[in-house]
């Protein structure tokens, strides 16, 4: 039962870790740049879970001082990820205009096209093929 | 029951980011995400970060969301249909995963007082507070108070990254979006 | 959107709310829950709901986009300037205490300050952000 309530206690950790793992999985599989960024926020939020779990105090309550309470749970993870919320989202909008420069430019946001016309411009010929076949 | 709830709410955030992996419609993958950012809130409840959790409210089921969508709606909405050979991506997310699940082992267990994230500084704040010295909700106060440089350069870089968008994105816009400056004639290649 | 009656008649009841509950959230952020960053937002998000429901033009007369776009740096502008009465009395910049004779007092003025800084460059910058994503025409 302790060993249960052991593992219980890891848990935050383990899906901290397995999200982290998700949202790497996404950007380095995935060639489509939107679902890239949607995946680097997946990353992003379990940053969130890594900070916040930690500061939290069973039978604790959010750290806004009262004399009615005695235990508070920590606040100084809180004010980091605050602020990293908000710059997160700033960053994430920064991505999809690059991503919307992107798609003008070069008509598809997807990976594997945009290294394919690359290919194709700069020598003219045969590297096209090439590198299609190399990627795909 | 606090545990309780937080395994539950974890457990469906490790379903929503599985979808989430999966879906290959892109506006599927935007509302998950809005879905996952409103499971994040509530577990952050459960943990005490009251804050945090009006701000990703607001934030990620809202602003990002919106942002999200327009991107969808200026690019396309589905990924590209031939997935890529995905052994490779897996095999260094597993590795990866595994190592730091190892790693946990030497960290304190989930909300135990005596982890030593709690020893050093935070009473001194807390103590503070008590004593009435400075405002009642911790967090504001060492946000704006205690680490004044730090939320200065938060504000700076939230600046930097809405100029960076205004320069990308305001060379050609919508015909009737402002008056004078019309559309350009489209520089798609 | 701008047919559904449901809508708009709901966005026009619940608009001036989410913008008094957002300064709520500003002004009570000692005491409770909020600050700039969270209140910051949720003026945003209000905005952008009604940008939504009638449309771009209607927003924009709300919220004109010259006005938005000279906010951005001036939140940034707010918060520095909200540090340098410290400096003038030989304390360190950011420093609370000379706004007032008690400094406790001082602080409660320090913190006001900043964070309307905080307040005014992450509302402004959101809603740039989502008039610049509305404008793009698209290609």
Do not use: R
């Given at each position: 039962m302790s060993r249960f309530l052991e593992l219980l206690g890891h848990y935050n950790y383990f899906v901290t870790i397995f999200l982290m793992m998700a949202g790497l999985y996404v950007v380095i599989a995935r060639g489509n740049m939107i679902k890239k960024l949607v995946g680097m926020s997946l990353f992003q939020t379990s940053v969130y879970l890594l900070y916040i779990s930690p500061g939290k105090i069973l039978g604790g309550t959010a750290p806004i001082v009262d004399a009615r309470f005695a235990v508070y749970s920590n606040p100084l993870p809180h004010v980091l990820i605050l602020t990293a919320i908000v710059v997160g989202v700033a960053t994430l909008a920064l991505g999809l205009a690059l991503v919307v420069r992107i798609n003008e430019a070069y008509g598809s946001v997807e990976e594997d096209e945009i290294f394919a016309r690359d290919g194709k411009t700069r020598d003219g010929k045969t590297r096209d093929g090439e590198t299609r076949d190399g990627e795909s | 029951m606090e545990l309780a709830i937080n395994a539950v709410l974890l457990t469906l955030l490790v379903a929503i980011s599985l979808g989430i992996i999966r879906q290959r419609s892109l506006f599927g993958v935007v509302l998950l995400a809005g879905a996952y950012s409103f499971l994040i809130a509530s577990i952050l409840i459960v943990l005490d970060a009251v804050d945090v959790a009006m701000t990703e409210a607001a934030v990620g089921a809202g602003i990002s969301t919106v942002v999200l969508l327009a991107t969808l709606h200026l690019t396309g909405s589905m990924e590209y249909p031939k997935p890529r050979p995905a052994v490779l991506p897996l095999f260094v997310c597993a590795v990866t995963g595994v190592a730091l699940i190892w790693g946990t082992w030497d960290l304190p267990g989930f909300g135990v007082a005596v982890a030593p994230i709690h020893q050093a500084t935070v009473p001194e704040y807390l103590r503070v507070a008590e004593a009435h010295l400075?405002?009642?909700?911790v967090v504001t106060a060492v946000l704006a108070d205690y680490r004044g440089y730090d939320t200065m350069g938060e504000t700076t870089v939230v600046f930097t990254a809405g100029i960076g968008v205004m320069l990308l994105l305001r060379g050609r816009r919508k015909v009737g979006a402002d008056a004078g400056l019309d559309a350009k004639p489209g520089a798609k290649t | 959107m701008k047919q559904d009656v449901i809508l708009r008649v709901g966005v026009k009841t619940v608009f001036p709310f989410i913008l008094m509950f957002a300064l709520y959230v500003h002004f009570h952020g000692d005491y409770g829950p909020g600050g700039g960053f969270q209140a910051g937002v949720i003026i945003a998000a209000g905005i952008i709901l009604y940008a939504l429901v009638f449309g771009s033009a209607a927003a924009k007369r709300v919220a004109p986009v010259a006005v938005v776009e000279r906010l951005v740096p001036a939140g940034v502008l707010i918060y520095v300037f909200g540090g340098i009465p410290g400096l003038f009395a030989g304390k360190r910049f950011l420093d609370y205490t000379v706004y007032a004779q008690d400094p406790l007092h001082g602080h409660e003025w320090g913190v006001f300050i900043v964070e309307g800084g905080v307040i005014v460059t992450v509302a402004a910058t959101m809603i740039a952000i989502f008039y610049a994503f509305g404008d793009r025409a698209r290609g």
């Open positions: - | 400075i405002a009642p909700n | -």
